[in-house]
């Protein structure tokens, strides 16, 4: 939340919100929510609810099939979005869901708008069939919806392969990574089959029919408590699978995987090493205030003329809390570049502007990325404040 605290929403039979609040303060008794109620089924379709704070200081929350901004202040509903159709997307349905990454811009960083997008999941009866052993194959569709816009509606296009059980992580990039789960099925203890082994990457700028590009695949299934995470050298951290009730390392069909992995995505290809951007540390300030400049230096070799309009962007990302397949608090903020300046053969000074306000960019630690040209760099830690 803006103020560091955080918010805890739904789970099982506990259709009721809370804060967390920040340290040293206390933390006030739970909130009934009725959507929560509302949006519960017989498979129990929403748990792990999708939750992104928005830009304007309202709360995006997604449960089942239906969706609500919530105001945290007044605790009211300030608007429910369109029904997304096409089936449940929340735990065991367990599609993935993102925020888009936010492009602040000098004029207005408060007016950034906020595009959600969710993907993937399972039909409502998915749980109840799986249990019997018929596994219906998993939703396809990807939908976004742009949360700050009035009566805006949801956007469908299709992944390459249909997938529940995913991870969805936002890449240095602002790329998004698709990534684990399977084709068929729910989550739950054995509840799913046929491993979806393909990675995707997502380009969110690209028009509708572009955007999709599968990856190359691995060997290793990663079925129900799969994870991932990015890593601060731009690589993703795979590991996780356990679809057994217990530990179970044969004679089964998806034993308890103890194998981690790292994927490199594209921009990792050694042919762009010499082109990879490299932050100065020991000259970036690491303490962060809200609204002020600051000064990232880096080393760079230019391919060509350097287009200072596009080539450069600096982004920053907090890492998140992930279980079951989401990723909680996960934001990738692209931060307005002020100037940017030669300074030496191959060293470049960037001035930037730090988020406005904790609305866009909550307080805590995130890795910040200079990107070149869907390049990015090695991540620099800083705490913003």
């Known amino acids: 939340m803006p103020d560091g605290g955080f918010i805890l929403v739904g789970g099982r039979r506990s259709f009721d919100l809370e804060f967390v609040p920040p340290e040293g303060k206390a933390n006030a008794k739970a909130i009934k929510m009725p959507f929560l109620d509302e949006t519960t089924d017989l498979d129990e379709n929403n748990l792990y609810p999708f939750v992104h704070l928005s830009t304007d200081g309202n709360v995006f929350i997604f449960a089942n099939s239906r969706s609500i901004l919530f105001n945290p202040k007044t605790q009211t509903i300030v608007y429910e979005y369109p029904v997304l159709d096409g089936g449940a997307r929340n735990y065991p349905a367990s599609g993935m869901s993102a925020l888009l990454p936010l492009k602040l811009s000098l004029a207005n960083p408060e007016g950034t708008p906020a595009e959600v997008i969710v993907c993937g999941g399972a039909k409502p009866e998915a749980y109840r069939l799986a249990e019997k052993g018929n596994f219906l194959p998993a939703l396809q569709d990807c939908n976004r919806i742009e949360i700050t816009k009035p009566k805006d509606v949801w956007k469908k296009e299709m992944m390459p392969s249909p997938r529940v059980m995913g991870d969805m992580l936002i890449l240095p990039t602002g790329d998004l990574l698709i990534i684990n789960g399977a084709t068929s099925g729910t989550s739950a203890w054995n509840f799913a089959e046929a491993p979806n082994y393909s990675p995707i990457l997502y380009n969110p700028d690209k028009p509708q029919g572009q955007r999709f590009k599968q990856l190359i695949p691995t060997t290793i299934p990663r079925m129900y408590h799969s994870t991932s995470a990015v890593l601060p050298d731009g690589q993703i951290l795979v590991a996780g699978s356990n679809t057994n009730a217990g530990y179970l390392y044969q004679a089964v069909k998806y034993p308890t995987e103890l194998r981690v992995e790292k994927f490199s995505p594209p921009y990792l290809d050694p042919a762009y090493t010499a082109n990879r951007p490299a932050i100065q540390v020991?000259?970036?300030?690491?303490?962060?205030?809200?609204?002020?400049?600051?000064?990232?230096?880096?080393?760079?070799?230019?391919?060509?003329?350097?287009?200072?309009?596009?080539?450069?962007?600096?982004?920053?990302?907090?890492?998140?809390?992930?279980?079951?397949?989401?990723?909680?608090?996960?934001?990738?903020?692209?931060?307005?570049?002020?100037?940017?300046?030669?300074?030496?053969?191959?060293?470049?000074?960037?001035?930037?502007?730090?988020?406005?306000?904790?609305?866009?960019?909550?307080?805590?630690?995130?890795?910040?990325?200079?990107?070149?040209?869907?390049?990015?760099?090695?991540?620099?830690?800083?705490?913003?404040?």
């Open 282 to 385: 020991n000259q970036l300030e690491a303490k962060w205030q809200y609204g002020q400049d600051f000064v990232v230096n880096f080393n760079l070799i230019i391919d060509g003329v350097l287009d200072r309009e596009n080539d450069i962007r600096v982004n920053i990302y907090p890492p998140p809390f992930t279980t079951h397949g989401y990723s909680m608090n996960q934001r990738l903020v692209v931060l307005p570049i002020r100037e940017i300046a030669e300074t030496g053969a191959g060293i470049f000074s960037a001035t930037v502007v730090a988020p406005p306000s904790g609305i866009i960019a909550p307080p805590g630690y995130y890795m910040l990325f200079v990107v070149y040209r869907g390049i990015p760099s090695v991540a620099a830690w800083i705490q913003i404040k």
